[in-house]
């Protein structure tokens, strides 16, 4: 069975860079056509698209972040990262990330997702 | 700001019927791009419960139901039960901003 999980510093400072893994397990990233992905939502808010990477290092980004988000991947330890550089207070949320999977480009959905990890912009 | 409007909130007795609505444009739902729901429960993650427009994942009651026409889908609960008392958001691609966007979200009560 598919499982995901988030880890990473839960504080961050204002102006410094965000970095978390999602460790996949039950299934090899590299030998997946799938995307992994990242979403976050902010307390009491919906969900945002972060940006999506797959195994070969192809990315897709949310143009919202496109200048401060960088995704990898490491097929050696079946992992995937997300950095997001000069976070704000806006960057407060729970982060999640996520298999997205499907067919194609604009028919893919997420599934399964990890359990989140909430990550505070604070001095 | 989402492109994907839902309503805030929708509500229902045990065994009604419940539709949430997401209304998008010519560029996501109506470009032809599939339509996806997650049922998202206090303090836990999205979990997909309709992918393709009108697909059930293993497990999901087929008391839901998807549909789409033009701009908007919608998600259609019928026989609804305490355990559906949850969030709901809608998912998509929209060619206009090369990526995914989701909508506002809804939050279903069982009177």
């Known amino acids: 069975q598919l499982h995901l999980q988030e880890s990473g510093p839960g504080l961050v400072k204002p102006s410094e860079t965000q970095s978390l893994t999602c460790a996949v397990s039950?299934?090899?990233?590299?030998?997946?056509?799938?995307?992994w992905g990242w979403i976050r939502q902010p307390p009491g808010e919906g969900l945002e698209w972060i940006g999506s990477?797959?195994?070969?290092?192809?990315?897709s980004y949310n143009p919202s972040f496109k200048n401060r988000v960088t995704m990898s991947v490491d097929t050696s330890k079946n992992q995937f990262s997300l950095k997001l550089n000069s976070v704000t207070a806006a960057d407060t949320a729970v982060y999640y990330c996520?298999?997205?999977?499907?067919?194609?480009?604009?028919?893919?959905?997420?599934?399964?997702w990890g359990q989140g990890t909430l990550v505070t912009v604070s001095s | 700001q989402s492109v994907l409007t839902q309503p805030p909130s929708v509500s229902g007795a045990p065994g009604q019927r419940v539709t949430i609505s997401c209304t998008g444009s010519?560029?996501?739902?109506?470009?032809?791009?599939?339509v996806h729901w997650y049922q998202q429960s206090p303090g836990t993650a999205p979990k997909v419960i309709m992918y393709?427009?009108?697909n059930r994942p293993s497990g999901v009651p087929d008391r839901f139901s998807g549909s789409r026409s033009g701009t908007s889908a919608s998600l259609a609960i019928t026989g609804l039960q305490a355990e559906d008392e949850a969030d709901y958001h809608c998912?998509?691609?929209?060619?206009?901003?090369?990526?995914?966007?989701f909508g506002t979200g809804t939050k279903v009560t069982v009177l």
């Open positions: 996520a298999r997205h999977c499907g067919p194609g480009t604009g028919r893919r959905w997420f599934d399964p």
């Open positions: 039950g299934a090899s990233i590299s030998s997946s056509s799938d995307y």
């Open positions: 990477i797959k195994y070969s290092g192809s990315t």
């Open positions: 010519s560029s996501n739902i109506g470009a032809g791009s599939d």
């Open positions: 393709g427009n009108n």
């Open positions: 998912h998509s691609y929209d060619s206009s901003l090369s990526g995914y966007v």
